[in-house]
Structure formats: C-alpha cells, structure tokens
C-alpha cells in the first residue's frame, strides 16, 4: 500500500512540490518521515525524488544544510526546481549521484528506500527504479548509511512492515543500533502497515510509539506542512 497524492503537485504551507517528471509521487510515507525524523546540521536525503523529504527537513531546522541525492536524472532535475522556488533554496542542494559515491559525513540521514523485493517488476523502468529494492538493496543502503554517519548521527527510514525484518537485520550486520521506532496503522484496530525506524552508531534506550492516521497525534506531527 502505498499512501500518494497523484496530481501534478503538491502544495505545502511553505513549498510547493511538482511531481510531473518523477516516477513517485508526494506520498504519506515521505511526509510522514520528513515529519519525524530526527535533524542536524549536515542533512543527506538518499533517493530524494521530487525533493519533498529534503525540503521538509531544511524546513524544520533552519540550521541544517541539506543534501539530496538520486540516481533519476529527470527527478534530480525536477528536485533542483522544487528547491529553487522554495524559501530554502540557499540551503538544499540536489545531485545527481549514487549513494556509493557520496562522500562526507553526515549527523542525519534520511530514506524512504525502495521497499519491493520479490514482486514482480513494473513495465516503467523509471517506477520500478524507484520502488523495488534491486535499486538500492537495504545491505548497500545499511553499509554506506554506517559509512557517511557521524560518530553521534542519525539514520531515518520509513518501511513497510514486511520488510522490517529484513532492514533491521541489514542494520544489526552493519553495527548500526536501532533507537527509535513508531508503528503506522490505518486506524487503531488495524496492524501497523509502516514503520518509522531510526538507527545510530552507539546503543541507547530503544523508544518506541504508534501513530493513527488521522488521530490527534498526527495531525500535531504534520502540521507545519499540510494546509
């Protein structure tokens, strides 16, 4: 299930995001990441997209110098558009490269990867790109992500809930500790169908909540970005 807004863009309280050229749309999952994820000074948004994480994040810490990375070249061209009629401009910048070639370090890392494993391919090459974990494998992601961290960083990920035994294990192979954790379910009598995963280099006390779409809680969590 993937929660999307299809139309050619999508208008936030501060921003605007055009969608046209990108083979995934602005989604709850990216607003709901960019909502929560941990920030810092130096910020890397892997598989930006249309920008939309990136963006929300130099929003809500104006400190913060963001970078997003993709290896779409229309996206990456359509994020760079994004950013520069965005109040933000002078603090995100877009690129056009695989995060096996990002180099620097980072005190936050954002993703919301591809998450499809052993389903079948979609006929778009670009959609298929964006959405099945061949792309970006959660072992290349969990490696590099281990790499680029700060000593005190933060790596956060949304992921459906199928696929994150899969990650974690990635992320237990890499030594990255699993801090964080918020359960996304539909209403409250429903599993959780995603989560919000956060990993650091170093344990702490794993902090774990839910979320309902829609309740009081979430509405709290996006509003500085939904009209």
Same mark, same amino acid.
């Given at each position: 299930?993937?929660?999307?807004?299809?139309?050619?863009?999508?208008?936030?309280?501060?921003?605007?995001?055009?969608?046209?050229?990108?083979?995934?749309?602005?989604?709850?999952?990216?607003?709901?990441l960019?909502?929560?994820?941990?920030?810092?000074?130096?910020?890397?948004?892997?598989?930006?997209?249309?920008?939309?994480?990136?963006?929300m994040?130099?929003?809500?810490?104006?400190?913060?110098?963001?970078?997003?990375?993709?290896?779409?070249?229309?996206?990456?061209?359509?994020?760079r558009?994004?950013?520069?009629?965005?109040?933000?401009?002078?603090?995100?910048?877009?690129?056009?490269?695989?995060?096996?070639?990002?180099?620097?370090?980072?005190?936050?890392?954002?993703?919301?990867?591809?998450?499809?494993?052993?389903?079948?391919?979609?006929?778009?090459?670009?959609?298929?790109?964006?959405?099945?974990?061949?792309?970006?494998?959660?072992?290349?992601?969990?490696?590099?992500?281990?790499?680029?961290?700060?000593?005190?960083?933060?790596?956060? /990920? @949304? =992921?459906?809930? !199928?696929?994150? *035994?899969? +990650?974690?294990?990635?992320a237990? $192979?890499?030594?990255?500790?699993?801090?964080?954790?918020?359960?996304?379910?539909?209403?409250?009598?429903?599993?959780?169908?995603?989560?919000?995963?956060?990993?650091?280099?170093?344990?702490?006390?794993?902090?774990?909540?839910? /979320? @309902? =779409?829609?309740? !009081?809680?979430? *509405?709290? +969590?996006?509003n500085?970005?939904? $009209?």
């Amino acid at each position: 299930m993937q929660w999307c807004m299809a139309n050619d863009y999508f208008r936030f309280k501060q921003f605007t995001v055009s969608q046209s050229m990108c083979a995934m749309k602005v989604g709850t999952d990216g607003t709901l990441l960019g909502a929560w994820a941990h920030g810092g000074r130096r910020v890397l948004d892997i598989g930006t997209g249309t920008g939309l994480i990136a963006l929300m994040m130099a929003q809500r810490f104006p400190e913060a110098s963001v970078v997003g990375i993709d290896i779409d070249g229309d996206a990456v061209c359509q994020a760079r558009q994004n950013a520069a009629r965005s109040p933000f401009a002078g603090r995100v910048c877009i690129a056009l490269c695989d995060v096996a070639c990002c180099l620097g370090s980072y005190d936050c890392l954002v993703c919301n990867p591809p998450y499809f494993v052993d389903s079948l391919a979609s006929p778009d090459a670009r959609r298929t790109m964006a959405r099945h974990a061949g792309s970006l494998t959660y072992a290349t992601l969990m490696r590099h992500a281990c790499r680029l961290l700060t000593d005190d960083g933060q790596l956060s /990920l @949304v =992921i459906p809930f !199928d696929c994150r *035994q899969h +990650l974690e294990t990635e992320a237990v $192979l890499c030594g990255l500790f699993k801090t964080r954790e918020c359960a996304v379910r539909t209403t409250p009598a429903k599993m959780a169908r995603r989560y919000l995963l956060a990993f650091r280099k170093h344990p702490l006390p794993l902090e774990r909540t839910e /979320l @309902v =779409i829609g309740s !009081d809680d979430y *509405q709290q +969590l996006v509003n500085d970005f939904y $009209l």
